[in-house]
């Protein structure tokens, strides 16, 4: 199997996917998503234009370590910057940093379970304790981009670093 693609190379790729609308698939590397794909997983990925996803939606965008896989969570505007979006893995209370539009490949389809595939699940539910710490790291997060893009990741990074310290160890596979 060959490594996967650096951000670079993605970035570089992705209009060209984008624009064919494709169909590509790739496979799950981390615990973020919590339950709901596991690593390993193989998934599906609709790579499209589209420049809005509804709250919920899993996408595949480019990150800063390749190609992540998360749910939209909300949107933002900088006022110089623009229009970014916020996502978080299943697993993880702490959005990621905001997003612009063009990094996003395409929306999540399915998942493979043996030799069939299937439609994403929904979200799992979260306590209310939970629930409540992922709005507020949310509200932190969307705050900050109101006053500046950079400092709005700054934060979101700080978060997840927070979080990681406080939270059990993952399973290892």
């Given at each position: 199997m060959s490594d996967?693609?650096?951000?670079?190379?993605?970035?570089?790729?992705?209009?060209?996917?984008?624009?064919?609308?494709?169909?590509?698939?790739?496979?799950?590397?981390?615990?973020?998503?919590?339950?709901?794909?596991?690593?390993?997983?193989?998934?599906?990925?609709?790579c499209g234009t589209a420049t809005s996803y509804p709250a919920g939606t899993v996408i595949a965008f480019v990150g800063g370590r390749g190609l992540v896989g998360h749910r939209v969570v909300g949107y933002g505007r900088h006022r110089a910057s623009g229009a970014r979006l916020f996502t978080r893995g299943d697993g993880t209370l702490v959005c990621d940093p905001p997003i612009e539009p063009e990094r996003v490949l395409g929306e999540v389809i399915e998942w493979r379970d043996g030799e069939t595939w299937r439609p994403l699940p929904a979200a799992p539910p979260r306590g209310l304790l939970a629930r409540g710490a992922a709005a507020g790291t949310l509200f932190m997060v969307r705050a900050a981009l109101a006053v500046d893009a950079r400092l709005a990741a700054r934060i979101a990074v700080l978060l997840a670093a927070v979080a990681r310290r406080l939270a059990p160890a993952a399973p290892v596979p």
């Open positions: 996967p693609p650096t951000s670079d190379q993605a970035l570089e790729l992705a209009p060209l996917l984008k624009r064919a609308g494709t169909i590509i698939e790739s496979e799950i590397r981390g615990w973020s998503m919590g339950g709901t794909v596991a690593p390993g997983t193989r998934i599906r990925i609709r």
